[in-house]
T-cell receptor, first 112, second 114 residues
Framework: DTGVSQDPRHKITKRGQNVTFRCDPI?????LYWYRQTLGQGPEFLTY????????KSRLLSDRFSAERPKGSFSTLEIQRTEQGDSAMYLC??????????FGPGTRLTVT | KQEVTQIPAALSVPEGENLVLNCSFT??????LQWFRQDPGKGLTSLLL?????REQTSGRLNASLDKSSGRSTLYIAASQPGDSATYLC?????????????FGKGTTLSVSS
């Protein structure tokens, strides 16, 4: 399978716990994006990497959120001290030139 | 601030109909526009990408057009099938710095009955 993969697919956690999600992009893609999608809404941009460099962060990415992409391969998104408002689908996408983005299946987070 | 609007929010049609989904954006300085399909609880599948210099793209029964000056795109689906039932999302990438965020509309949820 050469598509974007995400793990886990579903995560249920209690408020206040930390969670970490992983994204493996398509291997030759140097750009990697994280988005968040709530019910009935389109995805909203969180952050973007080119290789290992995090080049852009949305205002949605509060101090409780951190993302990394060591060695420019897979990426992780960590949420500390989760809140009920963090419940959403977290989507990862990757792209080559000329910038068509390919999305993974998403990680659905439920904070109870 | 770029805003993307999709009309209608929901659409129900019988099988075999041709249909048009609309997308509008407020700032015409875009780099590209992408149409996606999303099945319930799933990720996004890219359908068509239109670069800012292009007017349309076609893939099978799908045709997407782009009118940058008026800030509009349409997705035309020919001979609709029940398997086309999904939410269709339109997204633009702003110009000036290629490779950054997509800005999405809220989508049009399509239901095709047999």
């Amino acid at each position: 399978d050469t598509g974007v993969s995400q793990d886990p697919r579903h995560k249920i956690t209690k408020r206040g716990q930390n969670v970490t999600f992983r994204c493996d992009p398509i291997s030759e893609h140097n750009r990697l994006y994280w988005y968040r999608q709530t019910l009935g809404q389109g995805p909203e941009f969180l952050t973007y990497f080119q290789n290992e460099a995090q080049l852009e962060k949305s205002r949605l990415l509060s101090d409780r959120f951190s993302a990394e992409r060591p060695k420019g391969s897979f990426s992780t998104l960590e949420i500390q001290r989760t809140e009920q408002g963090d419940s959403a689908m977290y989507l990862c996408a990757s792209s080559p030139v000329p910038h068509e983005q390919y999305f993974g299946p998403g990680t659905r987070l439920t904070v109870t | 601030k770029q805003e993307v609007t999709q009309i209608p929010a929901a659409l129900s049609v019988p099988e075999g109909e041709n249909l048009v989904l609309n997308c509008s954006f407020t700032d015409s300085a875009i780099y590209n526009l992408q149409w996606f399909r999303q099945d319930p609880g799933k990720g996004l599948t890219s359908l068509l990408l239109i670069q800012s210099s292009q007017r349309e793209q076609t893939s099978g029964r799908l045709n997407a057009s782009l009118d940058k000056s008026s800030g509009r795109s349409t997705l035309y689906i020919a001979a609709s099938q029940p398997g086309d039932s999904a939410t269709y999302l339109c997204a633009v990438m702003e110009g000036g710095q290629a490779g950054t965020a997509l800005i999405f509309g809220k989508g049009t949820t399509l239901s095709v009955s047999s």
